[in-house]
Protein backbone atom coordinates (compact mmCIF):
# COMPACT_ATOMS: atom_id res chain seq x y z
CA UNK A 1 0.00 0.00 0.00
CA UNK A 2 1.37 3.26 -0.98
CA UNK A 3 1.85 5.82 1.95
CA UNK A 4 3.94 8.83 3.25
CA UNK A 5 4.80 9.06 6.71
CA UNK A 6 5.83 12.11 9.17
CA UNK A 7 7.55 12.63 12.03
CA UNK A 8 7.25 13.61 14.55
CA UNK A 9 3.26 14.23 14.75
CA UNK A 10 3.91 17.69 17.05
CA UNK A 11 7.16 19.55 17.77
CA UNK A 12 6.91 22.47 20.52
CA UNK A 13 10.22 24.49 20.87
CA UNK A 14 11.13 28.20 21.31
CA UNK A 15 12.46 30.72 19.38
CA UNK A 16 15.85 30.06 18.03
CA UNK A 17 15.80 26.48 18.35
CA UNK A 18 16.47 24.42 14.95
CA UNK A 19 13.92 21.46 14.32
CA UNK A 20 14.08 18.81 11.40
CA UNK A 21 11.41 17.15 10.36
CA UNK A 22 10.89 13.80 8.66
CA UNK A 23 9.46 12.01 5.92
CA UNK A 24 9.35 8.79 4.67
CA UNK A 25 7.27 6.95 1.58
CA UNK A 26 6.47 3.89 0.09
CA UNK A 27 5.36 4.09 -3.01
CA UNK A 28 5.71 3.10 -7.07
CA UNK A 29 7.10 4.74 -9.46
CA UNK A 30 8.17 7.92 -7.78
CA UNK A 31 8.32 10.78 -9.54
CA UNK A 32 8.63 13.88 -6.53
CA UNK A 33 8.46 15.02 -2.62
CA UNK A 34 6.89 18.01 -1.95
CA UNK A 35 7.07 20.06 1.35
CA UNK A 36 3.61 22.51 2.48
CA UNK A 37 3.51 24.87 5.17
CA UNK A 38 -0.03 25.46 6.07
CA UNK A 39 -1.47 28.25 8.26
CA UNK A 40 -5.17 28.58 8.98
CA UNK A 41 -6.28 28.03 5.13
CA UNK A 42 -4.62 25.85 1.94
CA UNK A 43 -1.04 24.53 1.88
CA UNK A 44 1.60 27.41 0.54
CA UNK A 45 4.68 25.25 -1.41
CA UNK A 46 7.85 25.38 -0.15
CA UNK A 47 9.88 23.14 -1.65
CA UNK A 48 10.00 20.40 -4.93
CA UNK A 49 12.45 17.88 -4.38
CA UNK A 50 13.48 14.97 -7.27
CA UNK A 51 17.03 14.80 -7.35
CA UNK A 52 18.85 12.74 -3.83
CA UNK A 53 21.40 14.76 -2.09
CA UNK A 54 21.03 18.10 -3.91
CA UNK A 55 19.45 20.13 -1.27
CA UNK A 56 17.20 23.16 -1.72
CA UNK A 57 17.48 26.23 0.35
CA UNK A 58 14.81 29.08 0.73
CA UNK A 59 16.11 31.79 3.89
CA UNK A 60 16.03 29.61 7.15
CA UNK A 61 14.16 26.51 5.96
CA UNK A 62 16.04 23.83 3.66
CA UNK A 63 15.34 20.51 2.77
CA UNK A 64 16.94 17.38 0.90
CA UNK A 65 15.69 13.89 -0.19
CA UNK A 66 17.14 10.80 0.00
CA UNK A 67 16.57 7.83 -2.49
CA UNK A 68 17.99 5.04 -1.30
CA UNK A 69 16.12 5.93 2.38
CA UNK A 70 12.81 6.83 0.80
CA UNK A 71 13.18 9.95 3.05
CA UNK A 72 13.02 13.59 3.38
CA UNK A 73 13.90 15.86 5.70
CA UNK A 74 13.25 19.86 5.86
CA UNK A 75 15.82 22.14 8.47
CA UNK A 76 13.89 25.13 9.97
CA UNK A 77 16.78 27.30 11.78
CA UNK A 78 16.48 30.53 14.31
CA UNK A 79 12.22 29.83 14.42
CA UNK A 80 10.36 32.28 14.46
CA UNK A 81 7.04 32.39 16.09
CA UNK A 82 5.57 32.92 12.86
CA UNK A 83 6.78 29.18 11.71
CA UNK A 84 4.34 27.68 13.71
CA UNK A 85 2.14 25.95 11.20
CA UNK A 86 1.34 22.26 10.24
CA UNK A 87 4.00 20.76 7.81
CA UNK A 88 2.95 18.62 5.28
CA UNK A 89 4.94 16.38 3.24
CA UNK A 90 3.32 14.82 0.32
CA UNK A 91 4.63 12.38 -2.65
CA UNK A 92 3.59 12.45 -6.60
CA UNK A 93 3.77 8.62 -8.34
CA UNK A 94 2.35 7.93 -11.22
CA UNK A 95 -0.70 10.18 -11.50
CA UNK A 96 -1.58 10.72 -7.86
CA UNK A 97 -0.41 13.19 -5.26
CA UNK A 98 -0.63 11.73 -1.47
CA UNK A 99 -0.03 13.46 1.73
CA UNK A 100 1.43 12.43 5.03
CA UNK A 101 -0.26 13.65 8.02
CA UNK A 102 1.50 16.38 8.57
CA UNK A 103 4.07 17.89 11.52
CA UNK A 104 2.34 20.29 13.78
CA UNK A 105 5.03 22.98 15.03
CA UNK A 106 4.36 25.19 17.67
CA UNK A 107 7.19 28.27 17.97
CA UNK A 108 6.93 30.02 21.23
CA UNK A 109 8.66 33.21 22.15
CA UNK B 1 -4.52 36.08 -10.47
CA UNK B 2 -6.39 33.75 -10.06
CA UNK B 3 -5.37 29.88 -9.80
CA UNK B 4 -7.35 27.64 -8.74
CA UNK B 5 -10.80 28.53 -7.82
CA UNK B 6 -13.24 26.89 -5.59
CA UNK B 7 -16.45 27.34 -4.55
CA UNK B 8 -18.39 27.86 -2.28
CA UNK B 9 -16.56 28.86 0.58
CA UNK B 10 -18.81 27.34 3.07
CA UNK B 11 -21.79 25.27 2.90
CA UNK B 12 -23.77 23.74 6.20
CA UNK B 13 -26.38 20.11 4.66
CA UNK B 14 -28.83 18.63 6.28
CA UNK B 15 -28.02 14.64 6.32
CA UNK B 16 -29.50 13.44 3.34
CA UNK B 17 -28.97 16.09 1.40
CA UNK B 18 -26.88 16.43 -1.97
CA UNK B 19 -24.68 18.80 -3.28
CA UNK B 20 -21.78 19.71 -5.78
CA UNK B 21 -18.55 21.48 -5.02
CA UNK B 22 -17.08 23.28 -8.23
CA UNK B 23 -13.25 23.52 -8.64
CA UNK B 24 -11.88 25.29 -11.79
CA UNK B 25 -7.99 26.19 -12.69
CA UNK B 26 -6.37 28.72 -14.73
CA UNK B 27 -3.14 27.31 -15.57
CA UNK B 28 -3.56 24.85 -17.93
CA UNK B 29 -3.33 21.84 -16.25
CA UNK B 30 -3.87 18.32 -17.32
CA UNK B 31 -4.19 16.71 -13.13
CA UNK B 32 -6.82 17.51 -10.76
CA UNK B 33 -7.38 16.94 -7.05
CA UNK B 34 -9.98 16.59 -4.59
CA UNK B 35 -8.64 16.14 -0.77
CA UNK B 36 -10.27 16.10 2.44
CA UNK B 37 -8.98 17.40 5.45
CA UNK B 38 -9.99 16.44 9.01
CA UNK B 39 -8.72 17.73 12.69
CA UNK B 40 -5.56 16.97 13.20
CA UNK B 41 -5.05 15.38 10.02
CA UNK B 42 -3.17 15.58 6.73
CA UNK B 43 -5.25 15.61 2.99
CA UNK B 44 -6.26 12.35 2.01
CA UNK B 45 -7.25 12.09 -1.53
CA UNK B 46 -10.35 11.11 -2.57
CA UNK B 47 -10.85 11.26 -6.39
CA UNK B 48 -8.07 12.46 -8.86
CA UNK B 49 -8.29 12.86 -12.38
CA UNK B 50 -5.04 12.72 -14.67
CA UNK B 51 -6.25 14.07 -17.82
CA UNK B 52 -9.69 15.49 -19.03
CA UNK B 53 -12.01 12.62 -19.57
CA UNK B 54 -10.20 10.06 -16.92
CA UNK B 55 -11.22 10.00 -12.99
CA UNK B 56 -9.81 7.62 -10.43
CA UNK B 57 -9.87 6.56 -6.87
CA UNK B 58 -8.56 7.55 -4.43
CA UNK B 59 -7.58 6.99 -0.55
CA UNK B 60 -10.99 7.62 0.52
CA UNK B 61 -13.65 7.88 -2.33
CA UNK B 62 -16.66 6.46 -0.66
CA UNK B 63 -19.71 8.60 -0.69
CA UNK B 64 -18.50 11.34 -3.29
CA UNK B 65 -18.36 11.07 -7.07
CA UNK B 66 -16.55 13.18 -8.97
CA UNK B 67 -17.17 14.65 -12.86
CA UNK B 68 -13.74 16.47 -15.59
CA UNK B 69 -16.18 18.93 -17.08
CA UNK B 70 -13.72 19.97 -19.34
CA UNK B 71 -9.33 21.20 -18.69
CA UNK B 72 -10.73 23.64 -16.14
CA UNK B 73 -13.48 21.96 -13.89
CA UNK B 74 -13.57 19.11 -11.57
CA UNK B 75 -16.53 18.81 -9.40
CA UNK B 76 -16.99 16.82 -6.37
CA UNK B 77 -20.71 15.64 -5.72
CA UNK B 78 -22.06 14.49 -2.36
CA UNK B 79 -25.29 12.53 -3.50
CA UNK B 80 -26.58 11.97 0.04
CA UNK B 81 -24.40 13.74 2.82
CA UNK B 82 -23.52 12.23 5.81
CA UNK B 83 -22.35 13.29 9.13
CA UNK B 84 -18.80 11.75 8.41
CA UNK B 85 -18.14 13.71 5.93
CA UNK B 86 -17.93 17.27 7.24
CA UNK B 87 -14.70 18.26 6.63
CA UNK B 88 -12.77 20.90 4.54
CA UNK B 89 -12.16 19.94 0.77
CA UNK B 90 -9.45 21.35 -1.32
CA UNK B 91 -9.41 21.23 -4.75
CA UNK B 92 -5.45 20.77 -6.22
CA UNK B 93 -4.23 21.09 -10.18
CA UNK B 94 -0.90 19.71 -10.70
CA UNK B 95 1.44 19.85 -13.82
CA UNK B 96 4.12 16.67 -14.55
CA UNK B 97 7.27 18.44 -12.74
CA UNK B 98 5.54 21.48 -11.21
CA UNK B 99 4.38 21.64 -7.57
CA UNK B 100 0.54 21.57 -6.70
CA UNK B 101 -1.61 24.34 -6.91
CA UNK B 102 -4.45 24.61 -4.00
CA UNK B 103 -8.05 26.35 -3.96
CA UNK B 104 -8.67 28.31 -0.79
CA UNK B 105 -10.76 25.85 0.65
CA UNK B 106 -14.55 24.33 1.24
CA UNK B 107 -15.59 24.32 5.01
CA UNK B 108 -18.64 21.52 4.71
CA UNK B 109 -20.68 20.75 7.89
CA UNK B 110 -23.27 17.56 7.41
CA UNK B 111 -25.92 17.99 10.86
Known amino acids: EDKVVQSPLSLVVHEGDTVTLNCSYE??????LLWYKQEKKAPTFLFML????IEKKSGRLSSILDKKELSSILNITATQTGDSAIYLC?????????FGTGTRLQVFP | NAGVTQTPKFQVLKTGQSMTLQCAQDMNHNSMYWYRQDPGMGLRLIYYSASEGTTDKGEVPNGYNVSRLNKREFSLRLESAAPSQTSVYFCASIEVRSPAFFGQGTRLTVV
Open chain 1, 90 to 98: AVGFTDKLI
Open chain 1, 27 to 32: VTNFRS
Open chain 1, 50 to 53: TSSG
